[in-house]
């Protein structure tokens, strides 16, 4: 069976002043911040609404490895890349690569357990979600 070719989904992030240490790069911290915001428009893309996400079904960081690779400084734009690399019956890892033009500034894979929205209890992933995930693993 020939799965359908996804363009990989790319979100931008502007480096804000805020954002910088006294170094004048971007704080260790706010990787994650731009990852999680970069997970948040890589659910979005896959159109399933956010009442879906809200009311049906979330995710739950569980675990985080980050490689930084180089600098990024204030008023830069970071390209993040999203893809998913593995799926489970109850979680999935994300691969983000964060560049700056062709030059890698930091990557991540973050580990997110499914679970049922209000309580927080572990749930598979349901089927709309992994079919959507499928079709966008390398």
Not at 57 to 66: I, N
Not at 96 to 114: F, G
Request: proline share 5%.
């Amino acid at each position: 069976m020939n799965r359908p070719v996804h363009q990989a989904f790319v979100h931008r992030v502007r480096v804000r002043y805020a954002e910088i240490d006294g170094q004048g790069v971007v704080f260790n911290a706010h990787w994650m911040t731009y990852f999680d915001d970069s997970c948040t428009r890589f659910m979005e893309s896959l159109e399933l609404g956010p009442d879906f996400w809200i009311k049906q079904f979330d995710v739950m960081l569980v675990r985080a490895v980050l490689e930084w690779q180089g600098p990024a400084h204030f008023d830069e734009w970071i390209s993040v890349t999203v893809e998913p690399t593995r799926l489970g019956t109850k979680s999935f890892d994300l691969r983000y690569t964060a560049r700056i033009d062709e030059r890698s500034c930091c990557t991540a894979t973050i580990t997110y357990c499914a679970v049922k929205p209000g309580d927080n209890t572990s749930v598979e992933i349901p089927v709309v979600v992994r079919e959507q995930l499928e079709e966008r693993m390398p």
